[in-house]
């Protein structure tokens, strides 16, 4: 798919994404540092910021310190993709 919506829950990407936002993603694009991302972990759905790219995959924190999980390196094949827009 090449665009997926989907419904922030929770609290680790305040203030920009809030609970209750909701987001478009496009799934057919380039993933480049700073970029706010969908994807899945052991069956949960996250949206966190890519702090960096290494070759184990994607390195990624929530915005909120205080709110964020720390994750292990996330793969290509579990992203659905960039945060295009909030609304």
Known sequence: MIFSRFK???????PKFKEGDRVIVWGKCM??????????QRGITYLKRILDITPAGFIV?????????????VQRSDVFGRVLLKY
């Open 8 to 14: 922030i829950s929770g609290h680790s990407m305040e």
């Open 31 to 40: 993933l480049k540092k700073n970029d706010v991302i969908v994807f899945k």
């Open 61 to 73: 924190k929530g915005d909120n310190e205080g709110h964020s999980a720390t994750l292990g390196p």
